[in-house]
């Protein structure tokens, strides 16, 4: 295959096949013969021509990839980002709720060990606003525990299926421009001064290649680690959940057992176990988190499956270049591609990383409704 | 009575996340993951929602075509209706304007803002 192309690059750039390139030369009727061109000259001018579109074709290819490292390498931090600050808040709360479940084991036993009047009324009053501390925090535990088991979802249907799809389509298209990119190379060398311009382009692609592999690489190691940090991070959460149930159900019984006794018992079962579910229900409750790093998750997963989108653009390119083998498939296959890969993008990063990559203008944002500053610079009303 | 609040969006994390600020927020939401299934939830609805909330690309219907066709049903010719999608090129806010979207928000958004603008348009 390797030694086929080669053959078929070097042929195209001699110009062996350019039967398009004859037909486009044809004059009108009207105008005299052009002159018989010297074959040296002729020659030269169409090696010139096909290397120029040779070059077009694989500075393209490298633009392509430049966009999908950048995106690649932005979904990296959004990823990581997004995952400390769940993280972070998830420790907080942990530790806050361990420090709760302490607190209320405590008070439970101080209480326990303690005797005391008691008053009907009061304490008919204490059970019926501790009764409803006990539901709120069963069921922030329950929705906290929600939460986290989505975000693990997640990361683990990003890992399996969007990742996954997404890193055998860049893989085959690393696979295709490398050989384009290694008979390029060979080309370039025999072409001496005149291929000077695709072998630089070449080797570029090699390395941006190499680039692209490796955040891909990175991208994984990081998904997989966060994966197994999360499992982990599940099961303390797991009995922390656990734990937080027990004390409030322990304070629950105790709680039973004081009705006959005085209010300020029930009070102060009743203030502990508000701590406990006060904390998880802070964390369950952390719009601000938990609405951000889902976003997140949902714009890197679209980001990767618009950049599957543009690879699998890219790798019909190439499979029709190394298909067919004539030059007319790497003439005029920048604007076509470019244009085609505009329309996948959703996001404004996207576009700039395009813009930055091909010099082709892609970004707009111009205000089509009004914009109230304290609503935020990302809200228009019509 | 709470104020009934649909919300469209394709990706169930960020249909998690609105029921959760919404709900905070004191409004009842109704959720749907893509444009037919929130015409089905308008038509099916015996009281009317106070605003729809809707991602732009979604499969089956997308946002625009929603909103198109929900003007056209008896009651929602006026009701609001806000686009929240990452989408932020001229050319597609254009599109949601003429179909008759009443807001623009690009992702990512705070729940603090969303119900700012909420609160601001349903005033």
Redesign the interface.
Known sequence: MLGYLACFISGLVLGTAAVSLVSRKKKPLQEPPPPTPIPEVEESARKQEDVKALEEFFLTVRNVAEIVEKVLEETLVEIRGSTEKWIEAVEQMVEGTQGGIAQLKTTITAIVSREEEETDDLLDKSRKSATQIVDTSRAAVSRFTECSDQFLGIIQELRESRFRDFKLQVEKVLRQSNILALNAGIEAARLGAAGRGLGVIAREIQKLNKMVDESLDAIEDLVESLESRLQEFSETLEVTAQDSVKAIEQGERVLEDSLAELDQRVDSIASALSGVGGKLDEVAGNLGAVVEVFQYQDIVSQKLGNMQGVVRELSEVLDEALASLSRSEFANVREELLGRIQKLYTTQSERRHHEDATGQECVDEKRVGQVISELGENVELF | MSRRVLAVDD?A??R??LK??LQ?AGYEPVLAADGEEALFRVQESREKFHLIITD??MPKMNGIELIKTVRLLPGYRFTPILML???????K??E??KAG?????????????LI??IQ??LR
Do not use: C
Request: proline share 5%; charged share 20%.
């Open positions: 990706s994390t960020v998690s996340s959760l600020v905070k732009l690309n999608t990452t989408e932020s090129q001229a050319e806010k254009m949601g304007k979207a009443t807001g623009w928000i690009v992702k990512p958004f705070t729940p603090g803002q700012s603008v601001k348009i």
